[in-house]
C-alpha cells in the first residue's frame, strides 16, 4: 500500500484528469506514511476489524449504468483523512486498477477502459464506498473488489462484485420491473379509492348535518291557530 502512495505521489501531472498538482499533496501523504509507519511499529496492522461489503453478482444490460454498491464498518472511529477505498476489476486474465479514494478525493483513472466511465458514489461518514460504472460494455464482465482501510483497521476482506453485461434484461428483471411498475399503479389507485372514499363521507356527513339543522325549526314552529 505504501508503494502504491509513492507511485502515485509520482505521476506525471499530465496524466491526471482535473488537475495539475500531483494526485495528492505531500502534506496528504506524510500524514499518510506518518501513521502506518506509527501502527507498523506499535503492531497494529495486526487489527482486522474491517468488514466490507458488497452485492455479489449483479447483471447490467450493455450501454446502461450500474451501481457497483460496497459498504464498510469499522472498529475505529471514521477519520475522513485517513480513508483509502481502493477498486480493482480482474477480468479472465489479469487486472487492473478501477478507482481509488484517498485524502477525501476521488482519483479517476486517466486511461484505459475506465476513463471518464467511473463515478464515486460513496459516502464515507455514511461508510458507503459505492462506484458507479457509465454505460457498461461487454469488456465490463468481470470480479470487482472494494478494499476500505481506516487506520488502525488496515486489514480485513475485501468485497467482491461479480459483474455480467448481457444483451437485454434477464426473464427475472423483467419480472422484478414489471412487478414494481404494477406495485406504483396499484398504490396509486389505492390512494385515489381512498380519497375519494373520504371524500364521499364527508359529504354525506355534511348533508346530514344540513338535515338535522333543517328539521329542528320545524319541529319549534307552532300552530297559529292553537291558543
Request: hydrophobic letters at 40%; charged letters at 20%.
Amino acid at each position: 500500500l505504501l508503494i502504491a502512495l509513492v507511485i502515485l505521489t509520482r505521476q506525471p501531472s499530465h496524466k491526471l484528469p482535473h488537475s495539475r498538482k500531483p494526485a495528492f499533496s505531500v502534506g496528504c501523504f506524510e500524514k499518510h506514511f506518518e501513521h502506518f509507519t506509527t501502527c507498523a511499529f506499535a503492531g497494529v496492522l495486526q487489527v482486522s476489524g474491517m468488514r466490507v461489503y458488497t452485492s455479489g453478482d449483479v447483471e447490467a444490460v450493455n450501454g446502461t449504468d450500474v451501481r457497483l454498491k460496497c459498504t464498510f464498518d469499522s472498529s475505529a472511529k471514521i477519520n475522513p483523512e485517513l480513508v483509502i477505498v481502493s477498486w480493482t476489476f480482474k477480468p479472465l486474465s489479469g487486472g487492473r486498477p478501477v478507482f481509488m479514494y484517498l485524502c477525501q478525493k476521488p482519483y479517476l483513472p486517466p486511461d484505459g477502459i475506465f476513463k471518464k466511465r467511473v463515478h464515486w458514489a460513496g459516502d464515507i461518514m455514511g461508510s458507503d464506498a459505492s462506484i458507479i460504472l457509465r454505460e457498461v460494455k461487454f469488456i465490463y464482465n468481470g470480479t470487482y473488489t472494494c478494499q476500505v482501510t481506516n487506520p488502525p483497521d488496515v486489514h480485513g476482506p475485501v468485497g467482491e462484485i461479480r459483474l455480467r453485461v448481457v444483451k437485454t434484461a434477464s426473464f427475472n428483471e423483467l419480472l422484478y420491473l414489471v412487478l414494481a411498475i404494477g406495485g406504483g399503479i396499484a398504490a396509486v389507485v389505492f390512494c385515489l379509492i381512498v380519497i375519494v372514499s373520504c371524500r364521499r363521507c364527508k359529504r354525506k356527513h355534511r348533508q346530514r348535518q344540513l338535515e338535522g339543522d333543517e328539521e329542528v325549526p320545524r319541529k319549534e314552529r307552532k300552530d297559529p291557530t292553537a291558543w
